[in-house]
Each structure stands twice: as C-alpha cells, then as structure tokens.
C-alpha cells in the first residue's frame, strides 16, 4: 500500500469509503491504523511507546560478563534487544576506549 498516497488523499479530504474503495481496505478501523502507520512512518507524529518499550528505560542491575575459552563475550537478549532496543541482524563496529569496549551501531 502506497502511504504517501493515503496521506495525500487523507489530507485532501477524499472521504473514507473512497480512499477504503481505492486503496482496497475493508475496515475503518484498518484505515484508521493504517494512517497512523503512515504518519509514524512519515515522522509527522511520533509512535505510541508501548508499556514495555518504556520498562527498558529503567536501568537494569549490571551483570558482570566474562570471556569464554573461544575468546568470546555472551551478551543476552533482554539486554540487547528490550533494554537497548537493537534487533537481529544489526551490524556493529568493536573499538577499545581506554578500560571499554564500544560497539558502534552501523
């Protein structure tokens, strides 16, 4: 679905059973979603942070990590991805600061 076209149409004030006919949607509530979809997307609105998103904010008791015998670092899920809110398959570059290690999101 184009969401730029649904935006304009919106915003031009094509009423809802055109734009549903058009755009092959079946419901308002599908509409409504759809459009809010759109503008988050757009970055015209900002998205609803669910309950959970804003848990993450909270900071979490640090863990002490150790090197395994393979030489490698074992970081969890719920610290990468719900507390520091990355996701699978994002690359990172490895650089050492002094006493840290940085891992920078590419």
Do not use: C
């Not at 304009?8 to 092959?24: A, N, Q, S, T, Y």
């Not at 459009?35 to 015209?44: P, Q, S, T």
């Amino acid at each position: 679905m184009n969401k730029k076209k649904l935006i304009e149409m919106i915003r031009k004030g094509v009423p809802d059973k055109e734009i549903m006919r058009e755009l092959g949607i079946q419901t308002k509530a599908s509409l409504k979603k759809m459009y809010y979809d759109a503008l988050v997307e757009a970055g015209k609105i900002k998205g609803i942070m669910a309950e959970r998103k804003m848990k993450k904010a909270k900071p979490k008791k640090k863990r002490p990590l150790a090197i395994g015998k393979r030489g490698t670092i074992l970081l969890s899920k719920p610290l990468l991805v719900e507390q520091l809110g990355f996701k699978e398959g994002d690359i990172f570059t490895v650089s050492k600061r002094r006493n840290s290690i940085i891992l920078k999101k590419q």
